[in-house]
């Protein structure tokens, strides 16, 4: 709900600048005058336009690509940690339960600990000291037969597994769009909307119509890679529901 409220403030103030630049340029520069070089004006327009496009289409491209792989990733974390807790009830007793013990304390961490810390752009040490833990537990493990072995290589590649995800998605937690390319998205939204200004038109009503509908529309774009951009602690965000769903299955196969 908040996310859609300042989606319509952001438009709103935008729409009612843009339209206000319109005015204020119809006073200043003679209708004839515009007129006179709509052809010039046009085609710049034209080059303008298709350049900024170029540019917001591969920073929308960017954002969600990078969304879309911070959700597998961590989809993929969590499968990781669950694959652990379900090989480790083929090991003996102690093992079985320092793995499985291990394993269900990282997801809780997870969620209880790591995801609101995310949210604030930090990190969660207890969370990472769990993991920790948990790949001595894996690693420490002597395997006596053929089939512990068996067990003991699978969960290694988990525990690879498991770390790579894990510093992808804190990494993913921190990276965002460069600070220059949102200077240039924003100056070059403010320059290709005020440069329909100078398109000449004798309805004023319908010049404001059609500068106020482009103007939502490149707002929304730009609002929309604004809330993509940070995963974890952005306006939209991935959330913990994989690791809820891992926390869940453990508890149900430990009842």
């Known amino acids: ?99 499985q013990g291990l394993a269900g304390a990282y997801a809780r961490s997870v969620v209880e600990d790591g995801w609101p810390l995310m949210e604030q752009g930090r990190l969660s040490p207890r969370a990472g000291a769990t993991a920790d833990e948990l790949r001595r537990a894996v690693m420490g493990f002597d395997p006596d037969t053929g089939g512990e072995q068996a067990i003991y290589s699978q969960s290694l590649t988990l525990i690879q597994d498991l770390d790579e995800y894990r510093a992808l998605r804190l990494l993913e937690a921190r990276e965002g769009i460069p600070a220059i390319l949102w200077v240039v998205l924003l100056v070059g939204g403010v320059t290709t909307v005020a440069s329909t200004f100078l398109i000449g038109m004798k309805n004023v009503r319908l010049h404001a119509l059609l500068v106020a509908a482009f103007t939502v529309v490149l707002v929304l774009v730009l609002y929309t890679i604004r809330a993509l951009e940070y995963p974890f602690d952005g306006i939209v965000q991935v959330g913990p529901e994989a690791f809820e769903v891992v926390l869940s299955n453990i508890r149900a196969g430990g009842s």
């Open 1 to 99: 709900m908040a996310t859609a409220l300042w989606g319509i403030l952001a438009v709103s103030l935008t729409v009612v600048l843009a339209v206000a630049g319109l005015v204020v340029l119809h006073r200043l520069v003679p209708l004839a005058l515009r007129e006179e070089h709509n052809d010039t004006t046009a085609t710049l327009f034209g080059a303008l336009y298709v350049t900024y496009a170029l540019m917001v289409g591969f920073s929308a491209y960017f954002v969600s690509y990078q969304y879309d792989t911070a959700q597998k990733n961590v989809e993929s974390e969590a499968s990781s940690v669950e694959e652990i807790y379900r090989l480790a009830g083929q090991l003996p007793e102690r093992e079985r339960r320092e793995v």
